[in-house]
């Protein structure tokens, strides 16, 4: 009993379990071709290794990837979700909070390193309510949010797959995964989520040829750059390359959409105000933050969800404190590269700004006294743009 | 009009990995078997220190994903291991089969719990409400241990053979109950039988460095059929119809789809079994055969030898057989085969529409039987073989609808299309994403046709090594570069 065959294979099929009915089966055979196999091996692994080296190059000098940019996972997401648990500060929203925030510019200036537990793509409502479940969390929840998805976003989005995939994701299994996953990519620039073979083939072949379907190369391609934290800044490129720019603008289509009903905003501030009494109850306490958008995205975000009908009751039906960006003076006329994210350089003097309002609404956090010099939209706008 | 959630939840989708234990498409898993390689491999180790090296491994493997659950394999391996060991030693029948009903109950017990639980209670609300009596119970709130369907099949294959006389029971413990944890065919098959496996266990493995080369090509082709065939390719494709609430998908979508979750339901399985072969290949143990190009199957029977072979031919061994098989007569040939075909079907899922699947491929193989029984004698041209085999793909395509649906609604709505009978189609799938699945399953049927009469093993034999080793160097750079993102082989949830 070998349980393997070793070349010289005769013709025809080998007999499995399905030909010997209602019988023990034996200790099947495996048949193994007669072929060089390990010099095939060596040749297949040295290759591989040579095209990767290849691939690396690509990824690093024609399209400036770069190592050490963690892409985000929900593994990782579910990480920041437990270490969120006990702190003092976190952060919820969508990719807008989860961009313009600048949590080192937060310790500096605080003390406290929020944690960031936003995720692109979602409804923040989803997350607020997650925390509001947890009778752990008695810290300050800072509640980042675009108004239109905030208000209407008809599905929960991927926050609601994160949180409904929390428990899983933090499986033995997927935290070696995420440990070994961060490891390679401090060194390797190509194992990017954007940068995976069928998601370029998918969008190289294909430029909107069928009508009506959205074509993945309307996709917006690589935006941000993640690192350590959870710390999203916009994607260099993006900040520089006309092209890209223009790309993700399009991808946004002017934030268009309906119209948010005005029963639907009930709803969403009803369930907001009772997230918010339910954290108060856990000792914990909200703070909502609506980061910049451009004017171009602006102006559909107002016509489907107007600031009056939106924002300001939600803070009166919540009964909780808020900080817009259209009140603070720092924070307006930003950067926003694609209309709706902040430069990374913007993000810092975002963060400065309504880190400084933060301190004088919640007693829960104070300015250091060595925190550093208030940044100013000097800091981070070209002064070709900033003169205008 | 894309709306800009839409295009982030889209954005986000793709990246969305799954969960689940250790698995082969995982970075986890090749620091797991390199460990594991190296131990086997050591010197230092006498073959009783690797066997227990080996189950160790593996209820790692196991526990990785949820360490309580291992005590659910430690049950099953127990019961079935004393289960066999009295029933040897019962003097009267009755105490045999008291003791082959222990196990039984015992497996099923628990497979019934974890994984019917909740269906049989929303069964039992709905029939109650029917009757008038409204009962509101709890949720039915419990995980469903990864590969619990496999390893409690392949268990009790254990105590069935015992039971039937087929084989003694294992003569040592720890070979039992390495062959219940060991941790290729583990969590999602191939099933083994114990007559397999066990006596693998009795003298001291280790493969040649051809062995381990060619289990190392094998690990490739299945991560390939996994990671970049059906998780890369033709995943989205499913997903944009039948992950599409509220959309009517017309003909051309619908059929796409369907023939896109052919491939993938393929590749991804049969991915596995493949990979699964080649990794026990490296540590110098063989495994029985999963596929042999199914859908280059002519008839549902053909079909059905070709197809999670280990699982058909359990069930014709251990229910459609014990049923009665075609020893009584034509009506309980039909019946037994129908029997064992929706319980088949249950075997895959908690839901009714794997029924129907189960039910769909019961009829087939009934209406086949009917017909070879009819035409005896009919041996068809190479046109008509043809022509048998197209249709035979169609068929099972149209149970591939139940099979992914996850409701009658939206198998309904799938079928409808496919039929053409949708009124305002919407459009579903982008062109090139379109194209390249088509090509994909066409070339997948095509491969399977060809070489439904010999192995995988012949054709490379027959190959030349350049063509092969580049072949291999394509593949591998093709699952790299793919960046596989440890998303659940689709039989875990089984």
Not at chain 1, 104 to 131: D, I, Y
Not at chain 1, 190 to 203: A, T, V
Not at chain 1, 282 to 300: E, K, M, T, Y
Not at chain 2, 52 to 73: D, E
Request: charged letters at 15%; aromatic letters at 14%.
């Amino acid at each position: 009993m070998t349980g393997t065959r070793d070349g010289a294979l005769p013709p025809g099929l080998r007999k499995t379990a399905s030909d010997r009915p209602g019988q023990a089966q034996p200790v099947p055979t495996r048949d193994i071709p007669s072929r060089p196999w390990v010099k095939m091996g060596i040749f297949a692994f040295a290759g591989a290794a040579l095209l990767t080296a290849g691939w690396e190059w690509n990824a690093r000098e024609r399209l400036q990837l770069r190592a050490g940019d963690i892409s985000d996972s929900p593994q990782a997401w579910a990480e920041a979700r437990r270490a969120a648990d006990g702190a003092p500060v976190a952060i919820v929203g969508d990719s807008r909070i989860l961009f313009d925030t600048d949590l080192e510019r937060f310790r500096q200036m605080t003390g406290v390193k929020p944690v960031q537990v936003s995720h692109v793509g979602t409804n923040s409502r989803a997350l607020l309510e997650n925390f509001a479940n947890d009778p752990n969390f008695h810290g300050l929840l800072i509640v980042g949010m675009a108004d239109t998805m905030y208000f209407g976003m008809p599905v929960i989005g991927l926050g609601g797959e994160a949180i409904h995939n929390y428990v899983k994701n933090g499986k033995p299994s997927q935290v070696t995964g995420l440990w070994i996953d961060r490891w390679l990519q401090n060194y390797l620039a190509f194992m990017d989520r954007d940068y995976r073979l069928s998601l370029l083939i998918n969008r190289a072949i294909d430029f909107g040829a069928r009508k009506g379907v959205d074509s993945p190369y309307d996709d917006v391609w690589k935006i941000s750059e993640d690192f350590s934290g959870r710390q999203f800044f916009m994607w260099h490129r993006i900040e520089t390359d006309r092209f890209l720019q223009q790309h993700a603008r399009y991808a946004w289509q002017g934030f268009n959409g309906p119209n948010v009903p005005p029963a639907v905003a009930n709803k969403v501030i009803a369930r907001s105000a009772e997230a918010v009494r339910r954290i108060r109850a856990h000792g914990g306490d909200v703070i909502f933050v609506r980061p910049p958008s451009a004017p171009q995205l602006r102006v559909n975000e107002q016509r489907r969800i107007p600031r009056a009908l939106g924002w300001d009751r939600l803070l009166v039906g919540a009964n909780a404190k808020g900080i817009h960006f259209d009140d603070l003076p720092e924070a307006r006329r930003l950067v926003l590269p694609e209309w709706s994210h902040l430069s990374r350089k913007c993000a810092a003097v975002f963060t400065d700004a309504y880190v400084r309002r933060l301190v004088e609404l919640t007693p829960r956090l104070k300015l250091r006294a060595d925190a550093p010099p208030a940044l100013t939209r000097a800091d981070c706008v070209p002064a070709t743009v900033a003169s205008r | 009009m894309r709306t800009a959630a839409g295009a982030l939840y889209e954005v986000w989708g793709r990246r969305a990995p799954g969960w689940r234990p250790v698995i082969f498409n995982s970075l986890t898993f090749l620091v797991f078997f390199a460990i594991v390689m190296a131990l086997h491999y050591a010197p230092f180790f006498s073959w009783h220190q690797k066997k227990i090296n080996l189950m160790i491994a593996s209820y790692l493997f196991y526990a990785a994903w949820n360490p309580p659950f291992v005590i659910l394999l430690w049950v099953s391996t127990v019961v079935d291991w004393w289960a066999a060991q009295w029933m040897v030693r019962a003097k009267r029948e009755r105490t045999r089969k008291l003791w082959m009903l222990t196990s039984v109950v015992v497996n099923l017990g628990m497979l019934g719990y974890f994984k019917y639980g909740g269906f049989l209670l929303d069964n039992f609300v709905t029939i109650a409400g029917s009757l008038g009596v409204i009962y509101h119970p709890p949720g039915w709130d419990i995980v469903l241990p990864v590969g619990i369907s496999f390893y409690t099949f392949a268990t009790l294959s254990y105590t069935l053979d015992v039971y039937l006389r087929r084989s003694a029971p294992a003569g040592h413990f720890l070979d039992y109950a390495l062959f219940v944890t060991f941790f290729p065919h583990l969590v999602a098959g191939p099933i083994m039988r114990p007559t397999e496996l066990v006596p693998q266990f009795a003298e001291p493995r280790q493969a040649k460095p051809n062995q381990i080369f060619f289990g190392l090509a094998l690990l490739t082709l299945g991560l390939f059929q996994k990671v970049v065939l059906a998780d890369g390719f033709l995943a989205p494709v499913v997903e944009a119809v039948y992950d599409a609430p509220g959309k009517m998908p017309g003909m051309l979508d619908s059929w796409v789809a369907t023939l896109a979750f052919a491939g993938q339901i393929f590749c991804d399985f049969a991915g596995y079994s493949t990979s699964a072969i080649g990794v026990a290949l490296c540590l110098g143990f063989a495994m029985p055969d999963n596929f042999r190009f199914p859908y280059g199957a002519v008839g549902f029977s053909d079909f059905w030898r070709r197809w999670h072979i280990t699982l058909s031919s359990w069930l014709r061994d251990y229910l459609y057989i014990p049923l009665g098989g075609n020893r009584h007569g034509q009506a309980r040939t039909y019946a037994a085969l129908m029997g064992t075909m929706l319980l088949g079907g249950l075997w895959h899922g908690a839901n009714w529409t794997f029924v129907v699947w189960g039910g769909l491929h019961g009829t087939y193989l009934s209406v086949e039987r009917w017909l070879r029984a009819r035409f005896k004698g009919f041996t068809p041209g190479r046109a008509p073989l043809l022509g048998l085999a197209v249709l035979t793909f169609l068929l099972v395509n149209i149970t591939w609808v139940f099979f992914r649906a996850k409701t009658f609604a939206g198998a309904g709505l799938v079928l409808k299309g496919m039929a053409g009978m949708q009124a305002k189609p919407d459009p579903l799938i982008a062109a090139g994403p379109m194209v390249i699945a088509v090509a994909i399953v066409s070339g997948i049927f095509g491969t399977h046709l060809a070489m439904r009469n010999t192995t995988l093993e012949v054709v490379v034999e027959r190959t030349p090594s350049v063509a092969i080793a580049s072949i291999w160097t394509m593949l591998l750079f093709a699952v790299i570069v793919e960046q596989g993102q440890g998303s659940a082989f689709i039989y875990f949830a089984f």
